[in-house]
């Protein structure tokens, strides 16, 4: 691969989803094959070549948590890029990651969550949390990140 040239390329293109439930509460993925404490954050991935945000949020959607387009609906989208650096000894050809967040409503049942249609799997399990408790449970390099997401998503928490 072509190393980045410029600061923008730097930073891999990606999106994040942040899911509410009927009660406001928020979608907390516990990362697969993770110890520690920071072991929980909101479903994300890198937008493949040729894909729009909104496109790759629906396909990270199901490969993280096996959720249907139709099993949700889109309550708003950040609109500028959100980034974050990675930790020098994490970095390999990324300094970090540039975002486009979404917000989500689940109008699903339960039985349509499945976090085993990826192998390996990004979740081992998956808890309903208040958004603003996200950010404490976010890795460090990520929680400014998480910062904006809740200020800006703060109004979908409501029931």
Same mark, same amino acid.
């Given at each position: 691969?072509?190393k980045?040239?410029?600061k923008?390329?730097?930073?891999?293109p990606a999106?994040?989803?942040?899911?509410?439930?009927?009660?406001?509460?928020?979608?907390l993925?516990?990362?697969?094959?993770?110890?520690?404490?920071?072991?929980?954050?909101?479903?994300?991935?890198?937008?493949?070549?040729?894909?729009?945000?909104?496109?790759?949020a629906?396909?990270? /959607?199901?490969?993280?948590?096996? /959720?249907?387009?139709?099993?949700?609906?889109?309550?708003?989208?950040?609109?500028?890029?959100l980034y974050?650096? /990675?930790?020098?000894?994490?970095?390999?050809?990324?300094?970090?990651?540039?975002?486009?967040?979404?917000?989500?409503?689940?109008?699903?049942?339960?039985?349509?969550f499945?976090?085993?249609?990826?192998?390996p799997p990004e979740?081992?399990?998956?808890?309903?949390?208040?958004l603003?408790?996200?950010?404490? /449970?976010?890795?460090?390099?990520?929680?400014?990140?998480?910062?904006?997401?809740?200020?800006?998503?703060?109004?979908?928490?409501?029931?």
């Open positions: 691969m072509l980045p040239t410029t923008e390329d730097d930073y891999r999106v994040g989803i942040v899911i509410f439930n009927h009660k406001g509460q928020v979608f993925g516990r990362r697969a094959r993770q110890r520690g404490f920071w072991v929980w954050q909101f479903p994300q991935g890198g937008i493949d070549k040729g894909e729009t945000a909104t496109e790759a629906y396909r990270e /959607l199901h490969e993280e948590t096996g /959720l249907l387009k139709k099993h949700v609906k889109i309550l708003g989208e950040i609109e500028p890029w974050y650096d /990675l930790p020098k000894e994490k970095r390999k050809r990324w300094r970090g990651q540039k975002q486009k967040w979404f917000a989500l409503r689940f109008k699903g049942h339960k039985k349509d499945d976090l085993n249609i990826e192998t979740f081992s399990r998956y808890e309903w949390g208040h603003e408790d996200a950010c404490h /449970l976010i890795v460090p390099f990520k929680r400014n990140v998480y910062k904006t997401i809740a200020n800006e998503f703060k109004r979908f928490s409501k029931p």
